[in-house]
C-alpha cells in the first residue's frame, strides 16, 4: 500500500477539473480565502475494529474511545527517516516538528517524545515526500508503514500552516482522528462542492480520499461527552459553501485552526494523565485494577528467574496491556495485547529475563464485572 500514490494519481486524472469558484456560489472572506490553496492532510486507507452487535452501547463507546491509544507513561521514539532518492530532512524542517512535539508535551500530557536515529525504537517514523501529509492513527504505527515511514510531510513546514500540520499529524499520532469526522459534530455536507473542491486544485484527491479524509464519520476518542469543536487543530478548514449547516458555518466556513484548542489540550489530559510511580508486583499475586473505563495503572516487575512468564488481567474487562522494559532508565515497548469487545481476557506470555525491570501498564477500556478486575503474573 502507498498512499501517497493516490493523490498523484488523481493528480493526472483531475488536472483540468479546477471547479469554478462562481459556480460553487462562494463567499469568500479573508479567513478563508487562503484556504482554497492550503493542501490538507490525506489520511491513509487503514482497517478499523469491528465490534460485535451484541455488545453494550456503552461498552462499544469505551472501546471506540480508547482504541489505538497509547498508554500514558510511554515514551514515543520518533526518528526522521531519510530515502535514497524520494526525499531528504533538512534541519529547519525537523526543527518545525521538533517543536510541535514539545507543544504537545507541554499540555501536560502523561506522554513523553524522544528523538532517536535509531530506526529499530522509533515508534514514530517521519519522512519528507513531496505531494502528501499524513500519519497511522495511534498504535497502528506498531504494525502499518509505508516505505519505511509512519507518517510524512509533503509541503515546506516553515510557515503557519506548516507548524499547524506538524502538530495535525502528531494528533493522529498520538490517536487522534479529524474533528470534522466527528459524528456528533452535526455537520451536512454540501456533497456536490466538496467533491468537485477536493478533486481539483491543490489537493487533486480522487473519491475514495475525499470520502475517507472528510465524508464518512469516525469516532474520534476525546473527552468524553465533548462536543463538536471546530476549532480542533484536527478540523480542516472550510470554505463557505461546503458545509450546509449548522449555521453559521455553512455561509461563514471555518477558518484555519493554527493552533490546539481548548478542547485538543483537555482530550489529550483526559487520554493520557499524568502518571504515577509504578508500584511493585510479585508473581501469583493478584493486583486489583481500577475499573472506570479510562482508567490506567503501571507496575514494575523484576523477575527472579528467566522464563516464561503469563501475565494477564482477571475479570471481566476489556484492556490494553503493555510490557516495556527499562533500558538505560527509560521504557521501551517490549510486547502488547488488548482484547478489547472480545470475550477473553488481555494476556502476554513472554520471556522476561532475570535481573531486568519491566514496567507493566494496563488500562482499563471497559470493565463489566461486578467482582472487579485484577492482573496476574504466573
Ligand atoms: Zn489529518
Request: charge should be negative; glycine fraction near 8%; hydrophobic fraction near 30%.
Amino acid at each position: 500500500m502507498n498512499p501517497l500514490k493516490e493523490p498523484h494519481q488523481a493528480e493526472a486524472r483531475n488536472k483540468e477539473k479546477r471547479p469554478q469558484e462562481d459556480s460553487l456560489k462562494l463567499k469568500h472572506n479573508d479567513a478563508t480565502r487562503k484556504s482554497e490553496d492550503r493542501r490538507l492532510c490525506a489520511q491513509p486507507p487503514v482497517q478499523r475494529i469491528s465490534l460485535p452487535e451484541t455488545i453494550s452501547e456503552d461498552r462499544k463507546y469505551s472501546i471506540y474511545l480508547t482504541n489505538k491509544k497509547w498508554l500514558s507513561g510511554t515514551v514515543l521514539h520518533y526518528a526522521f527517516v531519510e530515502h535514497p532518492t524520494l526525499w531528504s530532512w533538512e534541519e529547519s524542517q525537523k526543527k518545525i516538528i521538533r517543536h510541535a512535539f514539545e507543544t504537545w508535551k507541554a499540555i501536560g500530557i502523561g506522554l513523553s517524545f524522544e528523538e532517536t536515529d535509531d530506526l529499530h525504537e522509533a515508534e514514530i517514523k517521519i519522512g519528507f515526500e513531496p505531494g502528501s501529509s499524513w500519519s497511522y492513527v495511534g498504535t497502528d504505527c506498531l504494525h502499518n508503514s509505508d516505505l519505511g515511514r509512519t507518517m510524512n510531510f509533503g509541503w515546506d513546514l516553515r510557515s503557519d500552516w506548516g507548524g499547524a500540520t506538524a502538530l495535525h499529524e502528531i494528533g493522529h499520532a498520538l490517536g487522534f482522528e479529524h474533528e470534522h469526522q466527528n459524528p456528533d459534530s452535526g455537520i451536512s455536507w454540501n456533497v456536490p462542492a466538496v467533491m468537485a473542491y477536493y478533486r481539483g486544485y491543490p489537493n487533486y484527491w480522487d473519491d475514495q480520499t475525499i470520502e475517507r479524509n472528510i465524508l464518512s464519520k469516525i469516532v474520534s476518542g476525546k473527552k468524553r461527552g465533548s462536543k463538536w469543536d471546530p476549532t480542533s487543530n484536527l478540523h480542516y478548514p472550510q470554505l463557505p459553501g461546503h458545509l450546509l449547516g449548522p449555521p453559521p458555518y455553512d455561509v461563514e466556513g471555518i477558518g484555519e485552526n493554527l493552533a490546539l484548542s481548548q478542547q485538543d489540550k483537555l482530550s489529550a489530559l483526559e487520554m493520557y494523565p499524568p502518571v504515577g510511580h509504578p508500584r511493585s508486583i510479585q508473581v501469583m499475586r493478584l493486583e486489583p485494577l481500577p475499573t472506570e473505563a479510562g482508567s490506567q495503572t503501571s507496575f514494575s516487575f523484576s523477575p527472579k528467574a528467566t522464563r516464561k512468564y503469563r501475565i494477564q488481567t482477571v475479570g471481566s474487562s476489556d484492556s490494553r496491556l503493555v510490557i516495556f522494559e527499562e533500558r538505560d532508565g527509560q521504557p521501551r515497548h517490549h510486547s502488547s495485547a488488548d482484547d478489547s469487545g472480545r470475550p477473553e481476557n488481555a494476556m502476554l506470555e513472554t520471556k522476561l529475563i532475570a535481573g531486568r525491570t519491566y514496567i507493566i501498564g494496563v488500562r482499563t477500556n471497559y470493565a463489566s464485572s461486578a467482582d472487579g478486575v485484577g492482573l496476574l503474573i504466573s
